[in-house]
């Protein structure tokens, strides 16, 4: 039997480079949300993976490097420093882009602080005709910073991912495992529904209402008769008119953000699943601590 070997490991990045992505791709299933919008990820969603030859690595997906905008945003970024504090493994993930984002450049100074190793991953490879400009953005990279590897990756095509994996695994070290060996991931059942709602909306609404939105479960519960799952949820938006915009004409918009959730929620829980949405409103709540904290993303 091999020896059992353990890393934690930090996924981290500007906003909108594939984090989730590449982390879902990983694990093989889908745990973190994912949407075009920056910010996204809103809270540290660990998802843990134990390969064959018995080495479980821990990911800690974070949200997106930011300057922030509000309270929520504070707390965002506070979330990152935190991440990379103590983990033995950083996976810094940016896209091909020709200049580097001062964001960026903040990252690779505050995560050579932390003194853990970085890996660099330079997702959505699939993107660029020119593979030249790949290698003169990581020759910029490695300037400012001494990577254990770089890996292109594809998290859209599912390119280089195993070469990622191969190389965060040289970076275990021996330990019992600190979950059990069939464990996804660590986030409570509602969380997950929560977020998976959530993503049905930053994939179908504009501008700024998907920001201002926040999921509560207020009803998670499997009946005793059948195999369904009851699920009641309400959404909280900031400010009326998106209340109405979530809504849609004749409630259309709802309809269709529920059917689109509740497919996902009987794929991942295995089960049938009747799902309840509600929108309410709760003004600025991305500046009243309280709030932010009652819905889990503290």
Same mark, same amino acid.
């Given at each position: 039997?091999d020896e059992?070997?353990v890393?934690?490991?930090?996924?981290?990045?500007?906003?909108?480079?594939g984090?989730?992505?590449i982390?879902?791709?990983?694990?093989?299933?889908k745990?973190a949300?994912?949407?075009?919008?920056?910010?996204?990820t809103?809270?540290g969603?660990t998802?843990?993976l #134990?390969?064959?030859?018995?080495v479980q690595l821990i990911?800690t997906? #974070?949200p997106?490097?930011?300057k922030?905008?509000?309270?929520l945003?504070?707390?965002m $970024?506070?979330?990152v420093d935190?991440s990379?504090?103590?983990?033995?493994?950083?996976?810094?993930? $940016?896209e091909?882009?020709?200049?580097?984002?001062?964001?960026?450049?903040?990252l690779?100074r505050r995560?050579?602080?932390?003194?853990?190793?970085?890996?660099?991953?330079?997702?959505?490879? /699939?993107?660029?005709k020119?593979?030249?400009?790949?290698?003169l953005?990581?020759?910029?990279?490695?300037k400012?910073? /001494?990577f254990?590897a770089?890996?292109?990756?594809?998290?859209l095509?599912?390119?280089?991912?195993?070469e990622?994996?191969d190389?965060?695994?040289?970076?275990?070290?021996?330990?019992m495992h600190?979950?059990?060996?069939? #464990?996804l991931?660590?986030?409570?059942?509602r969380?997950?529904?929560?977020?998976?709602?959530?993503e049905?909306?930053?994939?179908?609404?504009d501008? %700024?209402?998907?920001h201002?939105?926040?999921v509560?479960?207020?009803?998670f519960? %499997?009946r005793?008769?059948?195999d369904?799952?009851?699920i009641?949820?309400?959404?909280y938006?900031?400010?009326e008119s998106?209340?109405?915009?979530i809504i849609?004409?004749?409630?259309?918009?709802?309809k269709?953000?529920?059917?689109?959730?509740?497919?996902?929620l009987?794929?991942?829980?295995e089960?049938?699943?009747?799902?309840?949405?509600?929108?309410?409103?709760?003004?600025?709540?991305?500046n009243?601590?309280?709030?932010i904290h009652?819905f889990?993303?503290?």
């Open positions: 039997m059992s070997r890393a934690f490991i930090a996924i981290v990045g500007c906003p909108n480079v984090k989730s992505s982390l879902n791709r990983l694990l093989g299933e745990i949300i994912v949407s075009p919008k920056p910010q996204t809103r809270t969603i998802g843990v #134990t390969t064959p030859d018995n990911f997906d #974070t997106g490097f930011h922030p905008k509000n309270k945003g504070e707390i $970024v506070h979330t935190e990379v504090s103590g983990v033995d493994v950083c996976l810094f993930v $940016v091909p882009e020709k200049e580097l984002r001062a964001a960026e450049l903040e690779l995560l050579k602080a932390a003194k853990a190793p970085v890996v660099l991953a330079v997702n959505k490879t /699939d993107a660029v020119d593979k030249a400009e790949i290698a953005l990581i020759l910029k990279l490695t400012e910073c /001494d254990e770089v890996v292109p990756v594809s998290a095509k599912n390119e280089g991912i195993d990622l994996l190389e965060l695994k040289k970076l275990s070290a021996p330990s600190f979950f059990p060996d069939d #464990t991931t660590d986030q409570p059942e969380v997950i529904a929560a977020e998976l709602i959530r049905k909306m930053l994939l179908r609404l501008k %700024e209402v998907p201002g939105v926040a509560a479960i207020e009803r519960s %499997e005793d008769d059948a369904i799952l009851d009641d949820a309400v959404i938006c900031e400010k998106h209340k109405g915009i849609g004409k004749g409630g259309a918009m709802l269709a953000i529920s059917t689109a959730a509740r497919k996902d009987e794929r991942f829980f089960i049938q699943v009747n799902l309840k949405c509600w929108v309410k409103v709760k003004e600025d709540w991305r009243r601590e309280g709030l009652n889990g993303l503290d």
